[in-house]
């Protein structure tokens, strides 16, 4: 799973063409410098600011053709990525996620890695232009972390994102995912949408649906199990 998302990415040689009107960006996220704070290192994934800081820093003040334009490009740059307000923009996304303002501040090193999970995830949908690789990304996280993030995930797809996402977690899977595919031998076996991939899958298959199959029919979650057992959906 991990190989397709490295091939979207363009890191190993392949047969065809993959096609995209946008670039890919992948989870996780490598971050360069752990000892800055949660949110500079949020923003470095982001976009380049500090540099296009330090460039406008260095180049204020002076009047000479070449440094006028490469100031320019320079303030260009940070406002199409939203430089002046992108600090605000991360504390949404992050408290979206359940992460504390004071997290933020420390050293992304000293973070549980739940709260660099979330932190990336957070500084990654701030990314302009960009399709999503997600390689297991509810990794490190508590059931109750993992409906924070399947809600944000919602919201993301609501407002237009796109998500890749490949993982082991089948129950986070069926519960959150629009479409699910199956990847065996180097090659995509089956897709379709959760209710009928795990339904018709006797082995990779929910706990839910296993338990049911043969007695409610249909059910892939523990909430759809709960609901048709108790006359919710008659």
């Known amino acids: 799973k991990t190989t397709f998302l490295k091939l979207l990415?363009?890191?190993?040689?392949?047969?065809?063409q993959i096609r995209s009107s946008v670039g890919f960006e992948y989870f996780p996220y490598p971050v360069a410098h752990?000892?800055?704070s949660a949110m500079e290192a949020a923003k470095e994934v982001i976009a380049p600011f500090a540099h296009?800081?330090?460039?406008?820093g260095r180049l204020c003040g002076r009047t000479d053709e070449a440094s006028l334009a490469a100031y320019g490009e320079a303030m260009e740059q940070y406002l199409l990525h939203d430089g002046y307000i992108i600090e605000e923009a991360i504390r949404k996304e992050a408290s979206r996620l359940e992460v504390k303002e004071e997290a933020l501040?420390?050293?992304?090193g000293t973070?549980?890695?739940?709260e660099q999970t979330k932190v990336l995830l957070a500084a990654l949908f701030l990314k302009k232009n960009r399709f999503l690789l997600l390689d297991e990304p509810t990794k490190?996280?508590?059931?109750?972390?993992?409906?924070?993030?399947g809600a944000a995930f919602q919201e993301w797809t609501a407002q237009g994102k796109c998500l890749v996402l490949v993982t082991h977690d089948i129950e986070f899977s069926a519960r959150y995912a629009h479409r699910c595919a199956f990847l065996f031998d180097g090659g995509i076996v089956s897709q379709e949408a959760p209710d009928?991939?795990?339904?018709?899958?006797?082995?990779y298959t929910t706990a839910a649906c296993k338990m049911s199959r043969g007695i409610l029919d249909g059910a892939v979650t523990g909430e759809e199990v709960i609901r048709c057992a108790s006359g919710a959906d008659r």
Do not use: H, I, V
Request: with cysteine; charged share 30%.
């Open 111 to 114: 973070l549980s890695c739940g």
């Open 52 to 56: 296009w800081e330090r460039e406008m």
């Open 34 to 36: 752990p000892e800055a």
């Open 196 to 203: 009928l991939f795990f339904t018709t899958n006797q082995f």
């Open 9 to 16: 990415m363009g890191e190993y040689e392949y047969r065809g």
């Open 105 to 108: 501040g420390r050293p992304f």
């Open 140 to 149: 490190g996280l508590d059931p109750f972390a993992k409906e924070e993030l």
